[in-house]
């Protein structure tokens, strides 16, 4: 059943909640494509506007063309906060990392084995591992996954180069399929997105 679309909350100021973000990522997780020339197709695309910071840009105006929000437009923030805050829509690329990275947040769910679709009830004391490429060996039916190949409902993403469309709320908004469309014909190869918490720092 699909989860319920999260919902901005009225104010900040009262509402304390974990920042998240879109991402993107190759279908391939392992692959360790170059970060230019996604760099270059968000520019083309005006996604991406003024950098402000390493591999950080601010959003730019073609963001709400190829970002598409469900249901009814959110007052989306698009300029740095003055406190600093990370909490305004902008764009970060991360990776080629050597290994993948799995991002997970506050609406992970258990992830299931893609063999038997058992659960990892456990998947949170065996993250640490996961991230220092150890597979995920499933309880259920001893077959052994990367982590970024789990079912992960679209609630955790793991590859070796991420594309960050920070300050989006879990289900709030998707890729355009242009969007898809061209990073596919960039890099050979479907690209997949997911909701997770904000990668900050490396
Ligand atoms: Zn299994």
Same mark, same amino acid.
């Given at each position: 059943?699909?989860?319920?679309?999260?919902? !901005?909350?009225?104010?900040?100021?009262?509402? !304390?909640?974990?920042?998240?973000?879109? +991402?993107? =990522?190759?279908?391939?997780?392992?692959?360790?494509?170059? /970060?230019? @020339?996604?760099?270059?197709?968000?520019?083309? &695309?005006?996604?991406?506007?003024? %950098?402000?910071?390493?591999?950080?840009? &601010?959003?730019?105006?073609?963001?709400?063309?190829?970002?598409? +929000?469900?249901?009814?437009?959110?007052? $989306?923030?698009?300029?740095?906060?003055? *406190?600093?805050?990370? /909490?305004?829509?902008?764009?970060?690329?991360?990776?080629?990392?050597?290994?993948?990275?799995?991002?997970?947040?506050?609406?992970?769910?258990?992830?299931?084995?893609?063999?038997? !679709?058992?659960? +990892?009830?456990?998947?949170?004391?065996?993250?640490?591992?996961?991230?220092?490429?150890?597979?995920?060996?499933? @309880?259920?039916?001893?077959?052994?996954?990367? @982590?970024?190949?789990?079912?992960?409902?679209?609630?955790?993403?793991?590859?070796?180069? $991420?594309?960050?469309?920070?300050?989006?709320?879990?289900?709030? %908004?998707?890729?355009? *399929?242009?969007? $898809?469309?061209? $990073?596919?014909?960039?890099?050979?190869?479907?690209?997949?997105?997911?909701? =997770?918490?904000? &990668?900050?720092? *490396?």
């Amino acid at each position: 059943m699909p989860r319920p679309l999260s919902r !901005r909350p009225r104010s900040y100021n009262i509402v !304390r909640m974990e920042l998240t973000s879109l +991402f993107l =990522a190759p279908k391939d997780a392992r692959a360790r494509p170059d /970060a230019t @020339a996604l760099v270059e197709l968000l520019k083309e &695309l005006d996604v991406i506007g003024q %950098a402000i910071g390493t591999a950080t840009f &601010l959003a730019g105006h073609g963001f709400a063309r190829h970002i598409v +929000f469900a249901g009814c437009s959110p007052h $989306l923030v698009m300029q740095p906060p003055t *406190d600093g805050s990370p /909490a305004f829509c902008h764009v970060a690329v991360h990776g080629p990392y050597p290994e993948p990275r799995l991002v997970t947040g506050p609406n992970t769910v258990k992830p299931r084995c893609p063999q038997c !679709r058992g659960r +990892f009830g456990d998947w949170r004391q065996r993250l640490e591992q996961w991230n220092h490429g150890d597979p995920a060996v499933c @309880a259920q039916c001893g077959s052994s996954t990367p @982590a970024s190949r789990l079912d992960w409902r679209q609630h955790a993403i793991g590859a070796s180069l $991420l594309l960050e469309m920070r300050h989006v709320f879990p289900g709030e %908004a998707s890729p355009s *399929d242009h969007l $898809l469309q061209r $990073l596919e014909q960039t890099y050979g190869q479907p690209w997949r997105y997911a909701w =997770a918490g904000m &990668l900050l720092a *490396d």
